[in-house]
């Protein structure tokens, strides 16, 4: 893989271990001044299942980081292809459900990065 895309794997990534940081320990105090559309009163009743959702960002951050990690050309690139596709879908899901600017956070940079994965292999 060529620069272009390492960096956009590790924007993604890091993008992945703020939203792990955001909804596991500051889903109270950050979370009401990023979903304004949310009722106050239940950051604190879903605060365990904000959590939860931030722990599957943290397994997305480690699979990207992980795939940065991989020697073998083949492996890194069909590894960081399926937790790239794993992220755009779920911007996708979260566009739909929570709020619509999750698809420009997560589908977008990734599938950005898998198009350039794409033309690298097929190149």
Not at 67 to 85: C, D, G, H, R
Request: glycine share 6%; hydrophobic share 60%; net charge positive.
């Amino acid at each position: 893989m060529n620069i272009a895309i390492y960096v956009l794997i590790g924007l993604i990534a890091l993008i992945h271990l703020y939203i792990l940081w955001f909804e596991m320990f500051a889903w109270e105090t950050r979370g009401p001044k990023v979903f304004k559309s949310f009722p106050k009163d239940l950051f604190g009743q879903t605060k365990s299942m904000a959590a939860n959702q931030g722990l599957y960002n943290g397994f997305l951050a480690a699979g990207l980081i992980w795939s940065l990690l991989i020697k073998n050309v083949e492996w890194q690139t069909n590894v960081a292809s399926f937790f790239l596709i794993c992220v755009a879908v779920a911007g996708i899901y979260g566009a739909m459900t929570a709020d619509r600017k999750i698809i420009f956070v997560q589908t977008v940079p990734s599938v950005i990065a898998l198009a350039l994965i794409a033309i690298k292999v097929f190149s």
